[in-house]
């Protein structure tokens, strides 16, 4: 399916049908999800897709039992795992030694990397880098982000968000349906996952095939001169 | 343009050739940038399209004068502006009255989103929000976000990402190239842009036409299966 006609597609369906959701398609999207660039490409994002029944009926109670995510066929949780960069590290050092990428791109994750994404105990990291971020800007340009673990973790949600834009995006070139769920109690789907404690639920995705009752109405948004700016 | 092909094309690209992008390709990724999904279509985002030499001179400093900002054709800046639901709320308003959509979406546009944005002065409504969602949410389940200022940040930072992938896609199916940075003095493009201090500047997107120069290698993803999570 055409990009321009997926992306136009594509709305936040709000109740699904019975009809299930072949495990192929699923593996597609997901497949096109990781795709999304990312921060640094230290793909700091887990996808949880809840296949368990007693798993998925907390999980809908946690998405405060609403009809996006009662209704949906599959229920995918977008994370971001601040401190998964941890699990590239390595794998992205010998990948940029095997194809004998520019030195400094060697030097970026092996010491780059760390020096950026580590908080510390009590956030100490975080706040000295903010403090020494801000002082360095006083007299020129520099990276103000991440400093504090809130930074890592917004760094992370960025990434994750792209993901899952991919995602829905493959879900509807296949024809299926999806809704980006925010409304979901975040500590209760993080006990029912074991997330970390750093980690992040970005959102729940429900999809499925579309219900006649999906939407209730046309689609709005305000005119594009009105959020795009020429400067 | 097949979404996979695209998605599949798409690489992040640090530097680009001479060739300017035409105003209606710029045009049309960003008519497929909005058409994203965000939260409770707030639209809580700005895209500031940077054309003016000076302007452009000072952002290329302000992204550490990075080469996938020094060639780049077009710089866009993708800012989330968690206030920016005032605008849209009337026509909000007007848009569900219209579309005869059920009451209860009729009193989340006019009661619910001025509850759940506003962070009040030194985010008090902010903490107090924080506190009521966390005392009832040892009860039952509840939203936990957005209570603070920062998380109302946060959700508009997340749906300001889904609109620059959309963006970044677009692109790609016309034939231009993209590179999503994050390395930029936040507070000095803030400054440039004369945002608002509560705005936040999600990205800022290089566009050209790829140089043979753009990338230094092949593209590397975990394995599909160290990220997603059956449970």
């Not at 709005?220 to 700016?229: C, I, T």
Request: proline share 4%.
């Amino acid at each position: 399916m055409n990009l321009f006609d997926t992306i136009n597609k594509r709305r936040s369906i709000r109740r699904f049908t019975e009809e299930t959701v072949p495990e192929d398609v699923m593996n597609k999207a997901l497949e096109m999800a990781v795709l999304a660039p990312n921060s640094s490409n230290t793909q700091t994002w887990d996808f949880y897709w809840v296949q368990s029944g007693d798993k998925k009926a907390k999980l809908v109670e946690a998405c405060l039992s609403q009809a996006a995510a009662r209704t949906a066929a599959e229920l995918l949780v977008v994370v971001a795992a601040p401190k998964s960069w941890q699990r590239s590290q390595k794998r992205l050092i010998e990948w940029v030694k095997s194809s004998n990428a520019p030195k400094p791109v060697v030097m970026y994750y092996e010491k780059l990397i760390p020096a950026m994404y580590r908080w510390g105990i009590f956030n100490i990291l975080g706040f000295v880098r903010f403090l020494i971020f801000n002082l360095v800007g006083l007299f020129r340009p520099i990276m103000r982000r991440p400093a504090t673990r809130r930074d890592v973790q917004e760094i992370a949600i960025k990434s994750a968000a792209l993901a899952a834009e991919n995602f829905v995006l493959a879900m509807t070139a296949q024809g299926y349906a999806t809704c980006m769920m925010e409304g979901f109690d975040e500590c209760r789907v993080k006990r029912l996952l074991k997330l970390k404690c750093h980690d992040r639920v970005v959102m729940v995705i429900g999809v499925g095939k579309e219900s006649d009752k999906g939407t209730w109405g046309p689609r709005y948004r305000l005119p594009l001169s009105e959020v795009v700016h020429k400067v």
